[in-house]
């Protein structure tokens, strides 16, 4: 079955500084990737996905993540952050017709 | 256009009781899938609908059921409630199935 990690269950970062959140799957077939992001008070929100081509993908709001096949691996990042990515990220896989999995989340709190 | 929307938003239940989860999809959306989101963990998949039909289903008991309607629209039905359905259950849309567009969610509280 397929399952995902999330290695951080909470990151603190002030201002500026550069973040990336892993994301690990365990599946060995052709995957649909993605990162989902809950501000506080709102729902989940598409931040970026990957499906083909590419593994270098860029999403909104400056983040960006990376397919690594060989590692099982899509991992988020943004160079500098802002207050406002204050959040919950969520890493999701799902194989063509079948469900979709999240990771538990990682919860970003960022320090003005 | 408006998005996904569930309702009620809120909602406490007693143990034993039984209740029912609505869902409307963005318009021209026919794919429907349920999620369970416990407090401090990611949403868990219950059911999937296109076209009417059930696609998948998670690893939830028969006591949760959902059906979808010919304008999309969707309903999930849980039976017996138990403490630990306490949750905000999720409904999300698709076109094809593959990106899906989250509502707000239900808040369900059993006591």
């Known amino acids: 079955a397929q399952s995902v990690s999330q290695h951080n269950h909470h990151v603190i970062l002030s201002e500026a500084a550069s973040l990336e959140l892993g994301c690990n799957y365990s599946?060995?077939?052709?995957?649909?990737l993605f990162w989902y992001v809950q501000y506080p008070g709102q729902h989940l929100q598409l931040l970026l996905k990957y499906f083909s081509g590419d593994p270098l993908v860029k999403g909104i709001k400056g983040f960006e993540a990376e397919f690594i096949k060989s590692k099982f691996s899509f991992n988020l990042r943004k160079p500098s952050v802002q207050w406002s990515d204050t959040a919950e990220y969520f890493c999701?896989?799902?194989?063509?017709?079948?469900?979709?999995?999240f990771g538990a989340g990682t919860r970003l709190t960022v320090k003005p | 256009d408006a998005g996904v929307t569930q309702s009620p938003t809120h909602l406490i239940k007693t143990r034993g009781q039984h209740v029912t989860l609505r869902c409307s999809p963005i318009s021209g959306h026919k794919s429907v899938s349920w999620y369970q989101q416990v407090l401090g963990q990611g949403p868990q998949f219950i059911f999937q609908y296109y076209e009417k039909e059930e696609r998948g289903r998670g690893n939830f008991p028969d006591r949760f059921s959902a059906r979808q309607f010919p304008n999309y629209s969707s309903e999930l039905n849980v039976n017996a409630l138990l403490l630990g359905d306490s949750a905000l259950y999720l409904c999300a849309s698709s076109a094809s199935g593959d990106i899906q567009y989250f509502g707000a969610g239900t808040r369900l509280s059993v006591l």
């Open positions: 999701a896989v799902n194989a063509p017709n079948n469900d979709m999995r």
């Open positions: 599946y060995g077939g052709t995957v649909n």
